[in-house]
Structures are given as C-alpha cells and as structure tokens.
C-alpha cells in the first residue's frame, strides 16, 4: 500500500511511483543505459557489499555487471511513497525479489530497498539507491 498525502504532493507521489514502474521496466529490457538514465547525474548507488558508485558513469558500470548476471530475474515494490512539503524530494521504502544463476546453481534473494528521488527539470530522478537482503547471511 502506498502512503500518498492529499493535494500536490499525492500527485508527486503517483508520479514518483508511476517512475519507480518506469525503471523497473528499463531494467527488464537490459539496457544499462536505459537503466542508469534515471539517476540524477550525481546519483548514488549503494549495493550490498560493493563499494558506493557515485555518478553516472560509476552507476552503470554496477548495473551492467548486475544485468549481465545469467537468468537475471529482479522485481521490486514500493510499499510507501512520502514527498517533502516542497515537493522536491521524496523517498520511496518497499521490498525485492531477485534471482539469478550463478556458479553453484541458482540464487535467491529477497529484501528491502530505499531510493531517494529529486526532482529535477527531467522530472523524477534518483538521487539515492540502496538495497540490502532480508536473508541471513
């Protein structure tokens, strides 16, 4: 369930989830720069036991390594959405399912994510990516 508020900031809100879908469908297609075109130029990409990728170029070069995973399966949710009052940032809280084949067969991962989000004159935009499993390690 998405928590939108009333007035502007709920229609920030449906815009910011209608960009999260936008993302998740880029990723499907594998194309790492489709993907990387909505982080903001300064966006930061923060994956579990990686080093923090800060910019564009730093963020795709994680994303083409994550999309070049065989069998690469990776679906996300977002269980709220909350706008500042200026509407120009707003962060959206859910959870992941991801899955792919790796050397000893195949992997499972499910877990909880934080993306930031700016906006900007090109719309929404992700300011900030984190993500972490909710397995045992």
Known sequence: MTVVAEGAS???ALEVRAASARWLEAVSTGDAQSVVAFYAPDGAFLPPNAPLARGRAAVQAVWLSLIAAPGLRLRWTPSSIDVSRAADMAYEIGTYEMAMDGPAGRIEDDGKYVVVWRKSDD???VAADIF???RPS
Do not use: A, P, R, V
Request: glycine share 22%.
């Open 132 to 134: 972490n499993s909710s």
């Open 10 to 12: 709920g229609t920030e």
């Open 123 to 125: 719309g929404w935009k």
